[in-house]
T-cell receptor, first 113, second 116 residues
């Protein structure tokens, strides 16, 4: 069984730039969600994709957007990067949206300078 | 607004000690509570609890949920240095307005350090 994989592992960007993070879900999982984890904090929900549609969103501005592909992999795009966007970005996959636990990838560490 | 509070925020013990980590929550339309262990990057799933009073157990770890008092505890007996990690508690909402919605709301985490 292949787990959740994310790329890249680390990324350094400049304020104002755009970034794309990628996630491959665990085999058999059809739901992907993204979380932002600042240092010393618990993960914060960004949004969730189920069957290629966004079906839940946290308190993040529209410059955070995403996609889910037919193979259930996903992308997180962040435009107009700000210093506060520096964080660990975690992708999680599950089967369905309510009854099975989320399984997380190792995350992408984004640093915005 | 949904809220999850964990205590203590940090804990230092010696190998062999028993620890209890606490998680209290306020969330509308509660569905389940999950515990995760985060060592370096990926939170690793430990337990998912949906019913009150039923203990879940895995080796030296166990957890129980009280839906009346809105809290859960995670117990670790005979701690080992490998138990050193951040332990995260999260609650999941149920279906709202006809839209399946599996968002997790996390607490801040408890940093557990186990010394040899």
């Amino acid at each position: 069984e292949t787990g959740v994989t994310q790329s890249p592992t680390h990324l350094i960007k400049t304020r104002g730039q755009q970034v794309t993070l990628r996630c491959s879900s665990q085999s058999g999982h059809n739901t992907v969600s993204w979380y932002q984890q600042a240092l010393g904090q618990g993960p914060q929900f960004i949004f969730q994709y189920y069957r290629e549609e966004e079906n839940g969103r946290g308190n993040f501005p529209p410059r955070f957007s995403g996609l889910q592909f037919p193979n259930y992999s996903s992308e997180l795009n962040v435009n107009a990067l700000e210093l506060d966007d520096s964080a660990l970005y975690l992708c999680a996959s599950s089967f369905g949206t309510g009854t099975s636990p989320l399984h997380f990838g190792n995350g992408t560490r984004l640093t915005v300078t | 607004e949904d809220k999850v509070v964990q205590s203590p925020l940090s804990l230092v013990v010696h190998e062999g000690d028993t620890v209890t980590l606490n998680c209290s929550y306020e969330v509308t339309n509660f569905r389940s509570l999950l515990w995760y262990k985060q060592e370096k990057k990926a939170p690793t799933f430990l337990f998912m609890l949906t019913s009150s009073g039923i203990e879940k157990k895995s080796g030296r770890l166990s957890s129980i949920l009280d839906k009346k008092e809105l809290f859960s505890i995670l117990n670790i007996t005979a701690t080992q240095t490998g138990d050193s990690a951040v332990y995260l508690c999260a609650v999941r909402k149920g279906v709202t307005g006809g839209t399946s919605y599996g968002k997790l709301t996390f607490g801040q985490g408890t940093i557990l350090t186990v010394h040899p």
